[in-house]
């Protein structure tokens, strides 16, 4: 199947500080990402939908300030995580979707994920 | 709303038992429906999907799923499970156009030896 990297796998940082999450797909070109974040013990909740070339499309109550996303090629997007506070310590995930030639719908795949943890 | 109901939260078996997990949507119009599994310390990789045609799903690693239309459901089976099952489960359904997949919950799935 479709691979798809992020980077880094970790990271910690003080309060205050920006950090980049970058998502790769590996073997394919992905024209549309997604960004997830994950709370200990519940489910993936979208948080943005990434597409090469433009503005990236955000869910409602998450704000376009705070992460930005940069989808700058057809296997790179990156989040940006401003001006990080402890309440955005979790789990974040990006995928990305594969369209499928003849079919009306396409697949997701997803990274490994990125661990915050904001001081 | 669309949403996406996993009744279980945390499903504890023995090796060789039957697997049945539950899925439920709540949306009208045509739905793709998937089942992803995260093993521990890895990340989610797709189990099964469903499309269009035989609501029957054969998935990787013996895993199947139903469509029932009237009933809302994709639930996740196995035959025989397996301690390299132990992870956890998500069922997820596209909406819309844009491929925005809604995740349930979750399932934890705990096998013992």
């Known amino acids: 199947g479709a691979v798809v990297s992020q980077h880094p796998s970790r990271v910690i940082c003080k309060s205050g500080t920006s950090v980049k999450i970058e998502c790769r797909s590996l073997d394919f070109q992905a024209t549309t990402m997604f960004w997830y974040r994950q709370f200990p013990k519940q489910s993936l909740m979208l948080m943005a939908t990434?597409?090469?070339?433009?503005?990236?499309?955000?869910e409602q109550g998450v704000e376009k300030d705070k992460f930005l996303i940069n989808h700058a090629s057809l296997t790179l997007s990156t989040l940006t995580v401003t001006s990080a506070h402890p309440e955005d310590s979790s789990f974040y995930i990006c995928s990305a979707r594969v369209p499928v030639a003849g079919v009306g719908t396409d697949t997701q795949y997803f990274g490994p994920g990125t661990r915050l943890t904001v001081l | 709303a669309q949403s996406v109901s996993q009744h279980n939260h945390h499903v504890i078996l023995s090796e060789a038992a039957s697997l049945e997990l539950g899925c439920n949507y709540s949306y009208g119009g045509t739905v793709n429906l998937f089942w992803y599994v995260q093993y521990p310390g890895q990340h989610l990789q797709l189990l099964l999907k469903y499309f269009s045609g035989d609501p029957l799903v054969k998935g990787i690693k013996g895993f199947e799923a139903e469509f029932i239309k009237s009933k809302f459901s994709f639930n996740l089976r196995k035959p025989s499970v397996q301690w390299s099952d132990t992870a956890e489960y998500f069922c997820a359904v596209i909406r819309g156009s844009q491929g925005n997949l809604i995740f349930g919950k979750g399932t934890k799935l705990s096998v013992k030896p």
């Open positions: 990434s597409n090469e070339g433009s503005k990236a499309t955000y």
